[in-house]
C-alpha cells in the first residue's frame, strides 16, 4: 500500500541542519570521444568514459547466469565494442555484467562506461528488461548461417561452438523442420543429460576416447551413407593394416615424406563439390566425378561413391576419427573403392604455439603418406601461417616433393591479421612462393565467392583450377526451396 503524505510511517523532520555527507574519493575517469548531445526526452545515455574496472559493481542479486568464457572470448577476440551501463549513484551495472566478468578475467585494467542518473526502481526495471529482451528475441535460421559462413573461424569470438555451427547448418540445409532452442534459446532449454539421453556424434574429443560400439553407432548416423559401410565379420582391419605406423622422413621434425608416384596427376573431369541434400537432384543423372569433404554430408544420393575425390576442408573436429582410427578408416577407404584424396586440412592458427601449429602438419602428411601405402593417390592440401615465409620453408613445404602435378589449398575466408595490412596481397605473395618452390602444374584452389575473386587476380606461371565450395550450391538450393514454397503457398519456416 502507498504512503499518503501523513503517514505515521514517515520520520519527523528536524530542525537542525543537516550533516554534510563525506563522499568516497573515487578513481580518476577518462572520457572517451563518443559524446551524446541528445535533447530528446527519454534519452538517458551521456558520454562514454573509461574507468579503472574496480570502481564500478555488479548488479546485486543478477538473475543472469551469462556465458563468461564466451564472453571473456569475445574481448580478446573483438576488444570492447558496446560501453557498461551504470547507474550514477550507486555505480552499480544494469548492462554487461557478464562483459565486466569477462573483462575481469582477461585482466583488464579498465573498462567503457556510460552513467545513467536514474532511481533504484528504474535500475531493477532496467536490469530486468534488458535481460529479458534477448531472450523474447528470436532468429531467422538461414541469416544466421549465411553470417556464420561468410567468416573464418566463425567458433572464435561469436558465443557459437562448432556443434552448434553444425547443427544450424545441418538444419538449414535439411528439407525437414529441425528444432533448434537449444542452441538459438539456450535459456528456455534445461535439460539434465543423462547417459541414456547422450547420443554419440560423428566426431570425438581428444580427450573422450570412444568404443568399438560408439563408433559403430556414430558411423550408423551417417543415413544410407556408402562411405560409412563397413565389413561386418572384421574389427576395422580387414586389410591388417596397423594405427601406429611410421613413415620415412627427411625433415628434421619427423614430418612424413610424401610419395611422389602416388600423387593425383590430372583432375577428373567433370568435377563438382558434393553439397548433401542440394546435390541429390543433379546427382541423378550425374556421371562426373565429386569433391566430398567428409564428416558435412552423407553420400546418400550419389550413384557411385567410389568417385570422388576425398576432402577434409571442414572443422577438424568432423575428421578427427581418421587420426584416432586410421586403420578402421583406411579399410572403410578401401572398401569404398575410392581412390583419390585430398590430405587433411587440419587449422594452424596464427595465436596458437607453433608445436600446435607443426603437429596439424604433422597430422595431415602422416595420413597423407598413409593413404599413399594403401594405394590411394592425393593431392597435398598446402595450409599455413598468412606471411610467415619462414614456417613455409622450414615446416610446411618440405616433404612434398618438388613437381608434384597438383597441390590444393583453400582460400573460403580471409581477414586482416596482425602484420598483414594487405591480407589478399600477402596471400597472393604467399602462393606465388609456394607455386616457385614446388612447381606444380595445377593449384586446385577450394573457395568461395571472396577467393573466386581474389584468385582471378593471380598470375601464377602453372593453371589453377578453382572448386566451388559446398556453401553456393547450397545457398542456390535453398533459395530454390524458398522459391517453390512460396510459390506454392506454403508457410517457409525453420524452428
Not at 282 to 291: H, R
Not at 449 to 478: F, M, S
Request: glycine residues 6%.
Amino acid at each position: 500500500m502507498s504512503k499518503s503524505p501523513t503517514s505515521t510511517n514517515e520520520k519527523p523532520q528536524s530542525s537542525e541542519p543537516p550533516k554534510k555527507k563525506l563522499r568516497k574519493k573515487l578513481p580518476a575517469q577518462r572520457t572517451a570521444s563518443a559524446t551524446s548531445t541528445a535533447t530528446t526526452p527519454g534519452i538517458l545515455v551521456d558520454r562514454i568514459e573509461v574507468v579503472p574496472i574496480d570502481s564500478i559493481r555488479p548488479y546485486p542479486g543478477n538473475p543472469r547466469r551469462g556465458n563468461v568464457p564466451a564472453l571473456a572470448e569475445s574481448l580478446r577476440r573483438n576488444g570492447q565494442y558496446r560501453a557498461l551501463v551504470v547507474q550514477k549513484s550507486t555505480r552499480y551495472i544494469l548492462g554487461g555484467n557478464h562483459t565486466w566478468q569477462g573483462a575481469k578475467a582477461g585482466n583488464w585494467p579498465e573498462i567503457a562506461v556510460t552513467f545513467i542518473d536514474v532511481s533504484d526502481e528504474q535500475a531493477a526495471r532496467i536490469v530486468l528488461v534488458d535481460n529479458r529482451s534477448s531472450d523474447l528475441a528470436g532468429y531467422d535460421p538461414e541469416l544466421l548461417a549465411d553470417i556464420l559462413g561468410a567468416i573464418p573461424d566463425p567458433n572464435i569470438g561469436t558465443g557459437y561452438s562448432s556443434e552448434d555451427i553444425a547443427a544450424i547448418t545441418r538444419a538449414v540445409a535439411s528439407t525437414e523442420p529441425m528444432d533448434l532452442s537449444s542452441i538459438l534459446h539456450p535459456i528456455n532449454a534445461v535439460v539434465k543429460e543423462t547417459d541414456e539421453d547422450r547420443k554419440p556424434t560423428r566426431t570425438f574429443d581428444m580427450d573422450d576416447e570412444p568404443t568399438d560400439e560408439e563408433m559403430a553407432q556414430a558411423y550408423k548416423e551417417i543415413e544410407e551413407d556408402a562411405f560409412g559401410e563397413a565389413p561386418e565379420d572384421t574389427d576395422g582391419s580387414a586389410f591388417d593394416l596397423k594405427d601406429d605406423v611410421t613413415f620415412s622422413s627427411t625433415t628434421p621434425w619427423g614430418i612424413p615424406d610424401l610419395r611422389l608416384d602416388m600423387m593425383v596427376d590430372v583432375l577428373p573431369d567433370p568435377l563438382d563439390t558434393w553439397a548433401g541434400t542440394a546435390s541429390k537432384e543433379k546427382a541423378e543423372t550425374y556421371e562426373g566425378y565429386w569433391l566430398y569433404n567428409y564428416g558435412i554430408d552423407s553420400t546418400s544420393g550419389m550413384k557411385d561413391a567410389s568417385r570422388i575425390i576425398l576432402a577434409f576442408y571442414a572443422w577438424d573436429e568432423w575428421f578427427l576419427n581418421w587420426w584416432f582410427h586410421p586403420a578402421r578408416m583406411m579399410t572403410k577407404t578401401l572398401n569404398a573403392g575410392i581412390e583419390y584424396a585430398i590430405t587433411p586440412n587440419f587449422s594452424q592458427i596464427s595465436s596458437m604455439p607453433a608445436v600446435v601449429n607443426m603437429w596439424s602438419v604433422f597430422r595431415s602428411r602422416w595420413l597423407g603418406r598413409y593413404f599413399q601405402e594403401i594405394g590411394v593417390k592425393v593431392i597435398p592440401d598446402v595450409d599455413w601461417i598468412l606471411g610467415d615465409r619462414k614456417w613455409l620453408d622450414e615446416i610446411v613445404l618440405p616433404g612434398i616433393p618438388v613437381g608434384t602435378p597438383i597441390i590444393s589449398i583453400q582460400v573460403q575466408n580471409y581477414e586482416k591479421e596482425s602484420g598483414s595490412r594487405d591480407p589478399a596481397k600477402q596471400i597472393t605473395q604467399d602462393v606465388e612462393h609456394i607455386v616457385d618452390v614446388l612447381q606444380p602444374e595445377t593449384v586446385f584452389v577450394y573457395a568461395g565467392k571472396p577467393g573466386k575473386a581474389l584468385l582471378d587476380t593471380w598470375n601464377l606461371p602453372c593453371e589453377v583450377h578453382y572448386q566451388a565450395n559446398r556453401l553456393i550450391d547450397l545457398g542456390q538450393y535453398r533459395a530454390k526451396l524458398k522459391k517453390n514454397k512460396e510459390e506454392s503457398g506454403e508457410r517457409v519456416r525453420i524452428k
